[in-house]
C-alpha cells in the first residue's frame, strides 16, 4: 500500500523559513516525478514544485521561484521542499504527490499518489 507523509508544517512569520519533507513508503519512487501542490481556503490546489526521477530537472509555479527549493533522496524515498522568505500568501496546506505516467507536470490530476498535507500558516 502506498502512503505518503508530510512532515515540517507549521506557524513562521514573513520572511522566516521552513523545511517540508515527505516519506513515501509500499514502494520505490525512483522512476516517478515526485512534487508538491498546496491548497488554500477557498482555492483551488495549485502547483508548486516538481523534481523528475533521478533529480536533474525541477519546475517551479512563478510565485515560489527563487525562494523554495525541492530535492529528493531516491534511497530514503523522501522529497523536501525548503521555504525561505515566506509570505503571507503561502498560506495553505502544502500536499506531497507522485507522478507515475507522462502527464503536464504542474496538473495535479496527472499525479497518482497524494499524502494527507500539513499545514503552513505565515504570519505578517
Known amino acids: 500500500q502506498v502512503q505518503l507523509v508530510e512532515s515540517g508544517g507549521g506557524l513562521v512569520q514573513t520572511g522566516g523559513s521552513l523545511r517540508l519533507s515527505c516519506a513515501a513508503s509500499?514502494?520505490?519512487?525512483?522512476?516517478?516525478?515526485m512534487g508538491w501542490f498546496r491548497q488554500a481556503p477557498g482555492k483551488e490546489r495549485e502547483f508548486v514544485a516538481t523534481i523528475s526521477s533521478g533529480g536533474s530537472s525541477t519546475y517551479y509555479a512563478d510565485s515560489v521561484k527563487g525562494r523554495f527549493t525541492i530535492s529528493r533522496d531516491n534511497a530514503k524515498n523522501t522529497v523536501t521542499l525548503q521555504m525561505n522568505n515566506l509570505k503571507p500568501e503561502d498560506t495553505a496546506v502544502y500536499y506531497c504527490?507522485?507522478?507515475?505516467?507522462?502527464?503536464?507536470?504542474?496538473?495535479?490530476?496527472?499525479?497518482?499518489?497524494w499524502g494527507q498535507g500539513t499545514q503552513v500558516t505565515v504570519s505578517s
Open positions: 504527490a507522485v507522478k507515475r505516467y507522462s502527464g503536464a507536470y504542474y496538473r495535479s490530476g496527472t499525479y497518482d499518489y
Open positions: 509500499g514502494r520505490a519512487f525512483s522512476t516517478d516525478f
